[in-house]
């Protein structure tokens, strides 16, 4: 890839990074989160293709549109992936404590209410704070951001890769 694709991916991430800062600021549901990353994804995607045949004179099939697609939307996914620590460790470092909290709380009403005893209820908290302490680390969210957006990429890459291969000007080159 030539220099200028990067930082088009650049550009890419930086969407991503403003689109999670403005979920944020404005206190919009975290957990549609997945919505603008699968359609940045499909975007770092289908580039990847579109950059890999207009930078290239040899002859594209499948393998080498795949290739370019899953090698997009994997430098996407390892830019965010690299956000996602940094965001959960010295951006907002107290969400995830926020998070657990408020889930901590859900599984006592919940259990509450279903009038189970309180032996139960402190088994079902410490399962949750066995399982709280693997996930909701940041970099075990990084790990699983970036592993999640490298899957959608390689999914996405031979999706494209398929379609370019049956329509040649869909990746107009």
Partial sequence: MKKGNYYTFLGFILIGIICRLVFETFQIDWTHTWAYLSFLTILATYYGIYSQRQNSTEEFDLTMDFKGGAQGGSIFALGYGIFTYIF???????????????????????????????????????????????????????????????FLSIVYGLIFATIAKFFPKFVNQ
């Fill in 88 to 150: 959960y460790k010295w951006v907002h470092p107290h969400f995830l404590e926020i998070f657990l909290s408020t889930r901590r709380q859900d599984i006592i009403d919940r259990l509450q209410e279903t009038k189970q005893n309180e032996e139960t209820i402190r088994a079902a908290l410490d399962n949750f704070n066995a399982f709280a302490e693997l996930i909701y680390v940041p970099g075990n969210l990084a790990i699983i951001t970036l592993t999640s957006l490298v």
